[in-house]
């Protein structure tokens, strides 16, 4: 087996000597425009790690024992008896002890800077599942800071409130107990909902005759008066907090960092609401910070003017090209969320809902309107990203992508759908036939505590014993990528996400506050096991499959001779590992283009 790397290993030198000048050229272009202020030299040099287990994600799912690093790249993967003249005397030699060495993580889908912005300079809700603490965080905030004029905060969950504030969202009535005089606007965790006193409606000018924007819901009680929530578009009736540039800068250097702990290099950044952080990405490659392969998306905003904003994005797509910043996605909304009773399914909510008899749930958009934007978007060669959780909409979406795939010309387009909550089974096969990603979220995949109770089965009924597949994709042969849709996921851990995907069932039981299990088969939190998949299908969601989906493939995403050094050290081997223990893995060190990015203190580790 090994033979055969180092075979490959030699064709694939060879080629890269043919093109010896190119590659050359454009590596001294490259370091002569780069004048960063960076001491390269402490984290940078060239390496060997050895005396490891390394998965490579290559096409056989190849394991080899040591790789071989220069000047950023993968020059050797296979056995140490046959590193021979890779080796050389200044490389720097990582005795790994056993350690595992898998590609660097790639999430597809999450929000940057996550929760950073929230947790250095606002009210931070996230991570809290239940009610008193909910108040209470809230309410010490307030008593805490007395001489702010507003209150902004982020990340409360509407799974932590009952009765009707399950599915209307939480009173105002809460928050007028807690601070009549000042506004507080908070959003919620998965950024679907708004929740404000009534100082807030007051100064913002929003009244109960207010009309909500196309695709927005301005909660009402019986009588009609305001509830204290605003939904989707509607939440944009309010400013967004304000942030410095410098705060923001600080946010995302904060996050990139954070995501280097957990393994990651690379990301596609989905933009949050109001802009894509680009410039400041930017900002961070300038100073040598950005260690993580970003691919961005501007999010379209169906009342505006559509070609004003292609326009806007082909100008993004020419502005952000650089080493590590690629822009070519145009993100939709299609639906909403299930627990803004937002989401759209082929059949109506179930009564507990608190909607008419009939009610589906809302497109965000005219369908029509929508799937000519796709067929305009692929035309203009972007990606399209679209949100899609409800059954209903999903098959709308493919609709419209399956006439972008007629009346676009041809291309390579990678189109993705993410989220995909429920799917029709009829549909599953149409997204290997559209050459659509499914973008999943594993860690949504069981029956989450204090959530699916609450939401998923009153809302759904019976469809919530068959949500999130996942096998289901494999098997009818759909290019799978995994994602956090951070901060929606609070705290983005890929094992976390992997255990889930494998066993359909809780994982990071110390998260959710709940005991842990012995039995992957326990029935309270299990969800769907038919949609288990394997360890290695989820390496490669978040591996290969990723870097696909970044258009990346070529540079990243596996362990091959000639592509960036990019990789995740772990302490266990999650292929041998009792599926339960996946959560326990502990990421000792992330390199990124051959630079060491992250390195657990020991204490972190054991
Ligand atoms: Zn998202």
Request: glycine share 8%; with cysteine.
């Amino acid at each position: 087996m090994y033979g055969k790397i180092i075979f490959v290993s030699i064709v694939l030198l060879s080629l890269l000597l043919l093109n010896a000048g190119c590659t050359q050229d454009i590596i001294e272009e490259v370091s002569d425009e780069e004048t960063s202020e960076v001491d390269d030299e402490e984290t940078s040099s060239d390496m060997i790690l050895t005396n490891g287990t390394v998965y490579t994600a290559d096409k056989n799912g190849t394991i080899a024992d040591t790789v071989v690093v220069k000047n950023g790249k993968i020059i050797f993967v296979g056995a140490a008896a046959y590193i021979g003249d890779y080796q050389e005397e200044s490389m720097k030699i990582i005795d790994l002890e056993g350690a595992m060495v898998l590609p660097g993580m790639i999430d597809g889908h999450l929000h940057a800077p996550g929760t950073k912005l929230t947790e250095m300079y606002s009210m931070n809700l996230n991570g809290i599942l239940r009610e008193e603490e909910t108040m209470e965080t809230i309410g010490k905030y307030i008593k805490d800071n007395p001489n702010l004029e507003i209150y902004y905060g982020s990340g409360f969950s509407i799974g932590a409130f009952d009765g009707e504030e399950s599915n209307k969202g939480p009173n105002k009535s809460r928050l007028d107990a807690l601070c009549s005089d000042k506004p507080i606007v908070l959003n919620s965790y998965d950024g679907h909902v708004t929740w404000m006193n009534s100082k807030a409606f007051e100064v913002f000018g929003i009244t109960k005759d207010t009309k909500a924007p196309l695709g927005g819901v301005i909660e009402k009680d019986v009588e009609g008066a305001l509830w204290g929530t605003l939904k989707e578009s509607a939440q944009e009736l309010v400013p967004p907090q304000e942030f410095t540039q410098e705060q923001k800068i600080e946010a995302l250097k904060q996050f990139v960092s954070f995501m280097n702990s957990l393994g990651y290099t690379g990301i596609m950044s989905i933009s949050a609401g109001d802009s894509v952080p680009l410039e400041d990405y930017k900002t961070l490659e300038k100073n040598g910070e950005l260690t993580l392969h970003v691919s961005a998306s501007m999010t379209m905003d169906p009342e505006g003017d559509i070609e004003a904003q292609f326009e806007e994005a082909k100008i993004l797509r020419e502005t952000y090209d650089t080493e590590n910043i690629k822009f070519n996605t145009l993100k939709f909304f299609a639906d909403g969320v299930v627990e803004g009773i937002t989401g759209y399914l082929l059949e109506p909510y179930e009564s507990a809902a608190g909607k008419k008899a009939d009610y589906l749930g809302e497109m965000q958009w005219d369908v029509g309107i929508m799937q000519d934007a796709f067929v305009a978007a692929n035309s203009k060669g972007f990606q399209i990203h679209v949100h899609s959780i409800g059954d209903g909409s999903t098959r709308l979406v493919l609709d419209g992508l399956e006439k972008a795939k007629k009346e676009a010309p041809e291309g390579d387009y990678r189109n993705v759908i993410t989220h995909l909550q429920l799917v029709a089974p009829e549909d599953i096969q149409r997204f290997a036939e559209l050459d659509v990603i499914a973008c999943t979220q594993p860690y949504w995949a069981f029956k989450e505590p204090e959530w699916w109770e609450v939401i998923d089965a009153p809302f759904l009924g019976d469809r919530a014993e068959k949500e999130y597949p996942l096998q289901s994709f494999y098997n009818a042969g759909v290019k799978v990528t995994s994602s956090s849709d951070h901060p929606v996921t609070p705290y983005p851990n890929p094992f976390w996400a992997i255990e889930t995907g494998v066993t359909r069932n809780l994982a990071n039981a110390e998260f959710y506050g709940v005991e842990k299990i012995t039995n992957k088969d326990d029935p309270q939190w299990l969800l769907w096991p038919e949609e288990r998949v394997s360890v290695t299908d989820m390496l490669k969601a978040y591996t290969i499959n990723g870097a696909y989906q970044l258009f990346g493939e070529a540079e990243f995403g596996s362990i091959e001779v000639g592509k960036s050094a990019d990789f995740v050290v772990i302490d266990k081997n999650p292929i041998d590992l009792c599926p339960l223990k996946i959560d326990s893995i502990k990421v000792k060190k992330t390199i990124f283009r051959g630079k060491i990015v992250y390195e657990a203190s020991e204490e972190n580790i054991n």
